[in-house]
């Protein structure tokens, strides 16, 4: 793990182009679709997000055979696959290798054991799967045995659970010899991602029924095409919150379109509370900082639960107490995001109070110390969530800097681009 890195930002002032990787959200789906096709999806613009490398690497060096109902697999050896920390990973890998002709032993870092798959595992199961638990149960590391005679098309699963247990369902759905209808229970969370799902899907040739609340795609094959992944639009949040705290900013984004598939480009609308203006033209979008009194009080993340963090600590730095809803899914993020939030931002006498499904900023005991440390948790948002710190506290070290790679490489050297100075510990 890289050292500590201490950012400082003398200028209140940002005026820098920055070019974000592709999207990590839209290039892992993307990746799923070209195996699933065999060879005929193209994917383009791959995200150089260590999450991404990550699952290109595995998806692209192997031979994927879907198994039809009854084939057996035979005595396959199994093989292990370490996906680290990456979520995304182990949830898509869960569902494809279900299907492939594979066993494997799915594992991951000692945090992705102690997040839960139960409820993918429960839904892969009810198809026919053959899925069992190596460790605990619920949990990661999972031994898949590849291929299976599907049991019913019919999946009932919770709306209000990730959106990625439902997305790594419908990547697979095609490729089942009875299609699948998902009959999703309750509100669904994190609907922008779902229907980025099947708007891929349906770049890739694959249809889809959505009707009240059962999603429907038949068997049917991919169609040949090229699906080019955007720049990441979580990437660009961060430079959003900059901007929020800066005296002046202007920001040119290029690559990123008012017409995005991908969920977070909501923060172009949540920021212009802060009196941040979004201008698409030029092939990319501007951002500029205008004078504005905050007035916005309540924030629903239920939809964009990857920009809280980013919210919350623009809130903090600036004093608003907002109050927050639809956070219920960070606790199971790459660490407990609203215990790490409450730790950090009490260092700062900022406190993020729980009642119920309710949360809500104090800010009546806040402080701008000269010198900050951040926790990152292993949580790359933390550490990009925290760093636009820098603009109003002196001196702000980030811990295990590297924790970055995971979505944004190259953020550090995009923040001395826009003139922040960088220091090794």
């Known amino acids: 793990m890289k050292p500590n890195i201490i950012l400082r930002k003398n200028s209140k002032k940002v005026n820098t182009t920055i070019q974000l990787t592709g999207s990590k959200s839209e290039c892992n789906r993307a990746l799923v679709i070209e195996a699933l096709s065999q060879g005929k999806v193209k994917v383009t613009n791959v995200s150089d997000a260590a999450d991404a490398v990550l699952l290109a690497n595995i998806l692209r060096n192997q031979d994927l055979k879907i198994l039809s109902s009854g084939e057996d697999l035979g005595e396959a050896p199994t093989t292990e696959i370490n996906i680290g920390p990456a979520g995304t990973a182990m949830r898509f890998l869960t569902a494809y290798y279900a299907i492939a002709n594979e066993e494997v032993i799915l594992t991951g870092s000692e945090r992705m ?7 993918l595992v429960d839904a892969l199961r009810t198809l026919g799967a053959d899925i069992t638990y190596v460790e605990q149960d619920g949990y990661p590391p999972l031994h898949i045995k ?20 439902i997305t790594a369902l419908l990547l697979i759905a095609a490729r089942l010899t009875q299609g699948l209808r998902l009959q999703i229970e309750g509100d669904l969370t994190s609907r922008p991602y779902v229907e980025m799902t099947l708007s891929m899907l349906q770049q890739a040739g694959i249809q889809h029924q959505w009707e009240d609340n059962v999603i429907s795609i038949a068997p049917q094959p991919f169609a040949e095409t090229s699906i080019w992944v955007e720049p990441d639009w979580s990437a660009a949040s961060y430079w959003y919150a900059i901007a929020a705290l800066s005296d002046e900013a202007e920001l040119f984004l290029p690559g990123l379109t008012s017409y995005s598939l991908q969920g977070d480009s909501v923060i ?35 939809q964009c639960p990857d920009l809280a963090q980013t919210v919350i600590v623009v809130c903090a730095a600036l004093g608003h107490e907002a109050t927050f809803t639809g956070l219920e899914t960070l606790k199971i993020k790459e660490t407990d995001r609203i215990a790490a939030l409450q730790n950090e931002l009490g260092k700062m006498g900022v406190k993020l109070i729980e009642k119920g499904q309710v949360y809500k900023l104090d800010c009546s005991e806040k402080f701008i110390p000269q010198k900050m440390t951040i926790k990152t948790y292993e949580d790359h948002r933390m550490a990009m969530a925290f760093a636009p710190l820098a603009l109003v506290i002196p001196e702000l070290e980030i811990e295990e800097a590297a924790v970055v790679d995971k979505s944004y490489p190259a953020f550090w050297t995009d923040l001395e681009k826009a003139g922040f100075e960088t220091l090794d510990v």
Not at 113 to 119: H, L
Not at 153 to 162: F, M, Y
Not at 269 to 281: C, D, L, P, V, W
């Open 113 to 119: 054991k102690q997040r839960p798959i139960g409820i």
């Open 146 to 165: 590849g291929g299976f005679e599907q049991k019913t098309d019919l999946i009932s699963i919770q709306g209000n659970i990730s959106s990625q247990y």
């Open 268 to 302: 172009g609308e949540i920021m212009a509370n802060f009196g941040i203006t979004s201008q698409f033209k030029d092939g990319g979008v501007y951002l500029k900082k205008e004078p504005k009194p905050i007035v916005r009080k309540i924030f629903d993340m239920i």
